[in-house]
């Protein structure tokens, strides 16, 4: 059995050309860092937006926490875990360190 969706076709562009007198249409928020987004966006808006011309994972159009981000250095992936006893949580940790794990989430005192 198919659901039965009616088929819409918003029609936004129009109604914002034709409100565009509203002012919550003309008016930009701001985010938490205060970067102003705008309700509609046009074309003349990307005439001067400079990453167009960029291709993502060339510099500075990066994904990462760090300034060269992940092409020099890898994904960290971490496990968090814990042992019934120090020697083998010691041991565990070690053994993953080893063979080049970067990085430790050490459970130290979970409820038993």
Do not use: C
């Not at 059995?1 to 109604?15: E, G, Y």
């Not at 794990?101 to 409820?111: M, N």
């Amino acid at each position: 059995m198919k659901p039965d969706f009616i088929s819409l076709t918003p029609d936004f562009k129009n109604t914002a050309t034709k409100d565009s007198s509203n002012l919550e249409l003309n008016t930009a928020w701001h985010t938490n860092e205060q970067i102003a987004v705008k309700p509609l966006y046009r074309a003349i808006d990307l005439e001067k937006v400079e990453h167009l011309d960029y291709l993502s994972g060339i510099a500075p159009y990066l994904r990462g926490p760090y300034p060269s981000m992940y092409v020099q250095r890898p994904w960290t992936i971490r496990q968090y875990a814990g042992f019934s006893t120090a020697e083998e949580s010691n041991a565990f940790y070690r053994r993953n360190l080893a063979m080049g794990q970067k990085g430790l989430s050490i459970a130290f005192d979970l409820a038993t």
